[in-house]
């Protein structure tokens, strides 16, 4: 089974879910900020013009409103077959 999330606050709720739910794995649950992630994924790609398959690490803190915070302090970026910090890369 896959769980989705997405009613705020959705990563709270995900969380209280897969809790709740022990058997399920925890890869299986998902929320509404995993499409603020993949957007996140997808500025920092274009900007330096790889995938988004390229880009790991994003964080995304917060729930699906205004005062979400996305962090690529730990992103890593694949360029030309080397990895490298976002703030580096860019």
Do not use: M
């Amino acid at each position: 089974v896959k769980v989705v999330v997405v009613g705020n606050p959705a990563n709270t709720n995900c969380l209280i879910a897969s809790k709740s739910a022990p058997s399920i794995p925890k890869e299986n649950f998902s929320c509404l900020t995993r499409l603020d992630h993949n957007r996140a994924k997808s500025q920092i790609a274009l900007k330096l013009g790889v995938t988004a398959n390229d880009v790991k690490n994003v964080i995304i803190w917060g729930n699906h409103s205004s005062t979400q915070y996305p962090d690529v302090n730990h992103a890593k970026v694949n360029v030309k077959g080397k990895e490298f910090g976002v703030y580096d890369a860019i």
